[in-house]
């Protein structure tokens, strides 16, 4: 049985995603990824959709928590 996918949102930086799954552009191109990878959300990375760990020097800071 395959792995339940899993999207965890890390405090101050990407959200790292673990898991089976298809990441897509909007013309619906497929990206390579692996089983697991971090997509940013600072918006600051040179590999976008894909986490270069940007977010530290730009001083990015969000951490939300569910309701």
Known sequence: ??????????????YLVKGEIELVDAEGNVFETKRSFSICRC??????????????????KSEPRAD
């Open 1 to 14: 049985m395959s792995e339940k996918a899993k999207i965890k949102v890390n405090d101050n930086g990407p």
């Open 43 to 60: 918006g600051h990375s040179n590999n976008k959709p894909f986490c270069d760990g940007s977010h530290r020097k730009a001083g990015f």
